[in-house]
């Protein structure tokens, strides 16, 4: 079992930063470590991942060019840092680890494929 514990949410206004933290630990098998929002009212989405086999990433496209993902192994920690903010990328965001598997599964996008969640930290922008 994995414990996730996100950090780094809060408000702020639309084009600026911020970054979010997950401080990983237990035993990771995963073969990805990823990010996910839920809006109000909206299914929970994938927003990007980090293949922990190659650390190749994947971005949904919304984000793509603002969102960087990354981390850091020796501290067991993923970082996705959020530039440029809009008002729609308002939700709570979720640190995810994926199941583990062999290194054609690649990244994982879909929910059902990720196994422990942190608990949230929420990201509000203002217009």
């Known amino acids: 079992q994995v414990q996730l514990v996100e950090s780094g949410g809060g408000l702020v206004q639309a084009g600026d930063s911020l970054r979010l933290s997950c401080a990983a630990s237990?035993?990771?098998?995963?073969?990805?470590m990823g990010w996910f929002r839920e809006a109000p009212g909206k299914e929970r989405e994938f927003v990007a991942a980090?293949?922990?086999?190659?650390?190749?990433?994947l971005y949904t496209p919304s984000v793509e060019g603002r969102f960087t993902i990354s981390r850091d192994s020796a501290k067991n920690t993923q970082y996705l840092q959020m530039n440029n903010l809009k008002p729609e990328d308002k939700a709570v965001y979720f640190c995810?680890?994926?199941?583990?598997?062999?290194?054609?599964?690649?990244?994982?996008?879909?929910?059902?494929?990720?196994?422990?969640w942190g608990q949230g930290t929420q990201v509000t922008v203002s217009s």
């Open positions: 237990g035993r990771i098998s995963s073969v990805a």
């Open positions: 980090i293949s922990l086999v190659d650390d190749s990433t």
């Open positions: 995810a680890a994926s199941v583990p598997g062999p290194q054609s599964l690649g990244i994982p996008t879909l929910r059902v494929l990720y196994r422990d």
